[in-house]
Antibody
Framework: QITLKESGPTLVKPTQTVTLTCTFS??????????VGWIRQPPGKALEWLAV???????RYNPSLKSRLTITKDTSKNQVVLTLTNLDPVDTATYYC???????????????WGQGTMVTVS | EIVLTQSPGTLSLSPGERATLSCRAS???????LGWYQQKPGQAPRLLIY???SRATGIPDRFSGSGSGTDFTLSISRLEPEDFAVYYC?????????FGQGTKVEIK
């Protein structure tokens, strides 16, 4: 069974930095074609892709947030960590991590999602 | 940035009816990189369709995707009670990957 679970603080003050951890099981981030991404959703609004990291340590960021984002992985712990700096109330959202899979030329998008963690900036 | 515009914003239908959801892109999207997700209140999104027309694991065959270029469609042949939710399209071929604003399918 494949699972992902997000963890981190629920309340953060403006200008601070938040560190979110995605702990996953049932797959490996050393497998060719596998990645883990972060997506957020402000209350009542649409989804916004933030960043993704791949098995080969390739990292991609949403350009609109790139200067504030860092994504890293710890394959020994099956974890992916996202940091977002200089927080503002508009960053208040549910933050999801999800698996990204590419297999034999087939691109699956985000096929398995965590339950999400709500971060309030106030 | 590729903007995805979904229509209609809300679709009011009865169980058993057919639902047709549209996703229009501001520039061409390679079909390989177009997906659809379902989200129910308080839950994470769930991948329904990838590659514009392939169903994800465990997705019933009443869900189907089609389209190419800038126009894509998600169809639900006969709505079941559990299908009433918000649906998002996503392109993951051009950075930044973007989502549409969602279509809510509600019970009429």
């Amino acid at each position: 069974q494949i699972t992902l679970k997000e963890s981190g603080p629920t309340l953060v003050k403006p200008t601070q930095t938040v560190t979110l951890t995605c702990t996953f099981s049932g797959f490996s981030l050393t497998t060719n074609g596998v990645g883990v991404g972060w997506i957020r959703q402000p209350p009542g609004k649409a989804l916004e892709w933030l960043a993704v990291i791949y098995w080969d340590d390739d990292k991609r960021y949403n350009p609109s947030l790139k200067s504030r984002l860092t994504i890293t992985k710890d394959t020994s712990k099956n974890q992916v960590v996202l940091t977002l700096t200089n927080l503002d109330p508009v960053d208040t959202a549910t933050y999801y991590c999800a698996r990204r899979r590419i297999d034999s030329g087939t691109y699956y998008g985000f096929d398995i999602w965590g339950q999400g963690t709500m971060v309030t900036v106030s | 940035e590729i903007v995805l515009t979904q229509s209609p914003g809300t679709l009011s239908l009865s169980p058993g009816e057919r639902a047709t959801l549209s996703c229009r892109a501001s520039q061409s999207v390679t079909s390989t990189y177009l997906g659809w997700y379902q989200q129910k209140p308080g839950q994470a999104p769930r991948l329904l369709i990838y590659g514009a027309s392939s169903r994800a694991t465990g997705i019933p065959d009443r869900f189907s995707g089609s389209g190419s270029g800038t126009d894509f469609t998600l169809s639900i042949s006969r709505l079941e009670p559990e299908d009433f939710a918000v649906y998002y399209c996503q392109q993951y071929g051009t950075s930044p990957w973007t989502f549409g604003q969602g279509t809510k399918v509600e019970i009429k």
